[in-house]
């Protein structure tokens, strides 16, 4: 692996973030508490280092009876294991996979995707599950989701231009594609049928930015983007971002699952997980995204200074942007 040094004290560390437990970080999140004064970040803890089987078969059950991991951190930059969600309901054996945290009058909501057992595939039902906090620490359960379908996972939620919430997910019954929900207060949810169906993918986010609404989704092979000017019509950029190796220390592998923290108008951050060497074992990186002629723009090697503002974040994400 050919690797390329920090030409800064800011730049981004690589990776940013490992787990010390299961070695397996996926689905990252990042918020700032104003309250705490620390930044959050919540994952998907995957197994790495277990089993792949239950049966002693090859499966995926490493990728199954996952918890929600959180970690804090003063700068942003060097982060502090904090152990696992409390509050969830969760019995020994379940799963919980892809933590979408946003900030509403005071309060935040967590929206995860749960999975009864531990399971040796990708199939069974699937659902979103509603979880509410006020100190981002002890989560209350609020409600199963009813989004029309028994096989949904990876929320994101943003506001509407009207006041409304939007939600989009994976839709796993009907093709894997992205479909949407609405609400007036992030509590009671319609469903509002498919929102992108160019082809199958996973783990959207949805930010502005550049005077712009995206949607960057995992499409397996690079992080595919789509941009809005209503948050409703949604158009393919025709590059994917982080679809080729990246040289900075285990992020040599393709980008998967991400999360974007705007900073302002015209830069965002976005937080990635990676697979290095190709294994099961992954790493939470951060890259700079911004745009340029039009697209989305993330050069994953490029030197940005790292150091997350949270008077530049939205308040969405418990800034003050």
């Known amino acids: ?8 004290p800011r730049s981004a560390p690589a990776p940013l973030f490992t787990d010390p437990v299961f070695d397996g970080p996926t689905d990252p999140t990042v918020v700032f508490d104003p309250a705490g004064r620390l930044w959050h970040l919540y994952y998907t803890q995957r197994r790495a280092n277990q089993p792949d089987s239950v049966q002693g078969e090859s499966g995926v059950a490493w990728v199954h009876g996952t918890e929600i991991g959180h970690a804090t951190s003063v700068d942003g930059r060097e982060w502090t294991y904090a152990g696992t969600l409390g509050g969830l309901d969760r019995e020994p054996g379940n799963t919980w996979w892809a933590p979408e945290v946003v900030r509403h009058d005071g309060r935040w909501h967590m929206y995860a995707t749960y999975l009864e057992g531990v399971r040796e595939d990708w199939s069974g039902p699937a659902e979103i599950r509603h979880y509410t906090s006020a ?3 002890s989560w209350r359960f609020e409600s199963v989701l009813d989004l029309d379908s028994e096989r949904a996972i990876d929320a994101t939620v943003h506001p509407m231009p009207d006041g409304t919430w939007r939600m989009w997910f994976k839709d796993e019954r009907r093709d894997s594609r992205i479909h949407a929900a609405d609400s007036e207060d992030l509590y009671a949810w319609t469903p509002a049928g498919p929102a992108v ?9 949805v930010f502005s930015l550049g005077g712009v609404h995206w949607m960057v989704t995992d499409g397996w092979s690079g992080l595919l983007v789509h941009r809005s000017t209503d948050l409703r019509r949604w158009h393919r950029q025709p590059v994917p971002l982080l679809a080729g190796p990246g040289r900075r220390a285990y992020d040599e592998a393709l980008g998967h699952h991400a999360m974007a923290l705007t900073q302002g108008l015209d830069e965002a951050f976005l937080y990635y997980f990676t697979h290095p060497g190709g294994g099961r074992r992954s790493t939470v990186q951060v890259a700079r995204l911004y745009v340029r002629e039009g697209w989305l723009r993330c050069d994953r090697d490029a030197h940005f200074d790292y150091l997350p503002d949270p008077a530049a974040a939205p308040a969405l994400r418990g800034g003050t942007a």
């Open 1 to 8: 692996m050919t690797t390329v040094p920090n030409p800064s």
């Open 197 to 205: 169906t160019d082809q199958a993918q996973e783990g959207p986010t």
């Open 135 to 137: 100190d981002l620490d």
